[in-house]
């Protein structure tokens, strides 16, 4: 269930920290679970988006506390995050 407070980790700011909340697999189903799992994208973990490409191709995300990580912003629109934004309300 998606919630108001989940955005696309693509639409996190640079610079900015988030929580994993849901990994959406859709048609990809189990082979896209095993490679994010495989990348430590999974629930619960903090995700930093460090930068974006100029043409919103890829994405430079830091996993966790070590691990750093690109990904294409189709792939990034399937990791939903908390939203920073909507606990400042």
């Known amino acids: 269930m ?3 407070n989940n955005i696309p980790l693509t ?10 909340n849901q990994i959406i697999t859709g ?14 994208l999974v629930s619960g973990k903090k995700v ?4 974006k490409s100029w043409l919103g191709g890829t994405l430079h995300v830091k996993v ?8 294409r912003s189709q792939e ?5 995050v908390n939203n920073p934004e909507k606990g400042k309300e």
């Open 2 to 4: 998606k919630s108001n």
């Open 11 to 20: 639409n996190l700011e640079c610079g900015k920290t988030a929580i994993i």
């Open 27 to 40: 048609i990809h189903g189990q082979a896209l679970t095993t490679r994010f799992q495989s990348l430590g």
């Open 48 to 51: 930093k988006v460090i930068r």
């Open 64 to 71: 966790g506390s070590t691990t750093a990580i690109a990904l």
């Open 76 to 80: 990034a629109d399937l990791v939903l």
